[in-house]
Every structure is written in structure tokens, then in C-alpha cells.
């Protein structure tokens, strides 16, 4: 197992730009794929972005394609979202997320380890 921890969240204008980290504990962060879940009042939990165990594979959500990048450094047990040209639909908690499972990355139910959350409020 590993315990995961969210930070960088806040309130920023619309373009402005964020870095959620996601700091791991254990010493097998390296054997999980990570991925970024996000949930809107009222809304369902939402796939944001997943990236493979060695980082040499990223997908993302279209509503995120080409605005946000997930990349991961093993070395430090750390994933990260840099979020640029945000939107006020961007809003939300944005969950931090492992699996070992090479399959259904874009699903929630995959994931078996799941951060606390940080809030991101985008104003328009």
C-alpha cells in the first residue's frame, strides 16, 4: 500500500496556472500507475489524467487534453498536474489515485488508494 497526500490546490482566475502535487509513502510507488480524479459539487468523480508506472505513458481527459500535463518522479514518490489556462469548469477536488492494474486507468473503481483531495476554485 501507499499513503497518499495532495497539495498546491487554491483559488485562481480563469488562465491562471497550478501544480497539485501528490506525495507517496512506501517503497513501491514506482510498481503503481497514478492517476488525477476530480469532483464537482453535485457531480460524479471524474478522470482527469493517468500516467503509467515508468512515466512513458500519458492519457488524458479531452476536457484537459493540451492544457494539462501529469508527470511523476520516481525518485521522490511524487506525482504532478501542472494545470495551465484554467477554467471555471475546472473546479473541484482533485484526488490523487494508485493502482497496480494495467487496465481501466480512466475508471475510479480501479483504484484501490486514493488521497484526501485538494480544493481547486477557479473564478471567472
Known amino acids: 500500500q501507499v499513503q497518499l497526500v495532495e497539495s498546491g490546490g487554491g483559488l485562481v482566475q480563469t488562465g491562471a496556472s497550478l501544480r497539485l502535487s501528490c506525495a507517496a509513502s512506501?517503497?513501491?510507488?514506482?510498481?503503481?500507475?497514478m492517476a488525477w480524479f476530480r469532483q464537482a459539487p453535485g457531480k460524479e468523480r471524474e478522470f482527469v489524467a493517468v500516467i503509467s508506472w515508468s512515466g512513458g505513458s500519458t492519457y488524458y481527459a479531452d476536457s484537459v487534453k493540451g492544457r494539462f500535463t501529469i508527470s511523476r518522479d520516481n525518485a521522490k514518490n511524487t506525482v504532478y498536474l501542472q494545470m495551465n489556462s484554467l477554467k471555471p469548469e475546472d473546479t473541484g477536488v482533485y484526488y490523487c489515485?494508485?493502482?497496480?492494474?494495467?487496465?481501466?486507468?480512466?475508471?475510479?473503481?480501479?483504484?484501490?488508494?486514493w488521497g484526501q483531495g485538494t480544493q481547486v476554485t477557479v473564478s471567472s
Open positions: 512506501g517503497r513501491t510507488f514506482s510498481s503503481y500507475a
Open positions: 489515485a494508485a493502482t497496480y492494474s494495467r487496465c481501466g486507468l480512466r475508471l475510479h473503481t480501479t483504484y484501490d488508494q
